[in-house]
Nanobody, 124 residues
Framework: QVQLVESGGGLVQPGGSLRLSCATS????????IGWFRQAPGEEREGVSC????????YYADSVKGRFSISGDNARNMVYLQMNSLKPEDTAVYYC?????????????????WGQGTQVTVSS
């Protein structure tokens, strides 16, 4: 059974940092690409970053480039999203998702499995 479980969200001040974790199980991480998405109230789900853990390739949305970093750990079946220089507009529920393909995309409809999400709030 495929499972993705996010953790690490919380309340942080503008300019602060958080590291989100995505624990995966039920599939071989090497065969999938993993994406991080976010959704703010009243807005559509937005792709943030994705990676093919097998070769370490990554892709970022322009809105987070230079501030966020995605990484994977095959041995632990984990994918991380390090978020630095956080802004109030980064506030959202963050989701990780898995796609049976090495092709990187930030289109939510291309992903097969989703976690339940973790809330990130950036506020002073």
């Amino acid at each position: 059974q495929v499972q993705l479980v996010e953790s690490g969200g919380g309340l942080v001040q503008p300019g602060g940092s958080l590291r989100l974790s995505c624990a995966t199980s039920g599939f071989t991480l090497d065969d999938y690409s993993i994406g991080w998405f976010r959704q703010a109230p009243g807005e559509e789900r937005e792709g943030v970053s994705c990676t093919s853990v097998s070769d370490g390739s990554t892709y970022y949305a322009d809105s987070v480039k230079g501030r966020f970093s995605i990484s994977g750990d095959n041995a632990r079946n984990m994918v991380y999203l390090q978020m630095n220089s956080l802004k109030p507009e980064d506030t959202a529920v963050y989701y990780c998702a898995a796609r049976l393909s090495w092709y990187l995309t930030l289109q939510p409809d291309e992903y097969d499995y989703w976690g339940q999400g973790t809330q990130v709030t950036v506020s002073s």
